[in-house]
């Protein structure tokens, strides 16, 4: 199963709860299995994984695909097809 990782703030500000509705929605709409998650980025293992990053930020299968930035689901549709 795919992982994605929407990484942002405690609580979660307004772009990190619309990039994680966006993701969820892309997963939705491919019809995909995909476990969508939300961190925190200032955890240990965040900052461990990937370092420091501009909030919120978009995580495909481990590898940060976005930083500070919310991308549409259309977007994030094109990133899950490759």
Same mark, same amino acid.
Request: hydrophobic share 45%.
């Given at each position: 199963?795919?992982?994605?990782?929407?990484?942002?703030?405690?609580?979660?500000?307004?772009?990190?709860?619309?990039?994680?509705?966006?993701?969820?929605?892309?997963?939705?709409? *491919?019809? =995909? @299995?995909?476990? +969508? #998650?939300?961190?925190?980025?200032?955890?240990?293992?965040? /900052?461990?994984?990937?370092? &420091?990053?501009?909030?919120?930020? *978009?995580? =495909? @299968?481990?590898? +940060? #695909?976005?930083?500070?930035?919310?991308?549409?689901?259309? /977007?994030?549709?094109?990133? &899950?097809?490759?």
């Amino acid at each position: 199963m795919m992982k994605i990782e929407v990484i942002g703030l405690e609580p979660p500000c307004k772009k990190c709860t619309e990039l994680l509705e966006n993701a969820r929605n892309a997963v939705a709409k *491919l019809g =995909i @299995e995909a476990e +969508v #998650v939300k961190k925190w980025t200032l955890s240990d293992e965040m /900052r461990e994984k990937y370092g &420091l990053l501009l909030s919120p930020a *978009l995580a =495909i @299968e481990g590898i +940060v #695909v976005a930083q500070g930035k919310v991308y549409k689901t259309e /977007r994030i549709i094109g990133l &899950l097809q490759g």
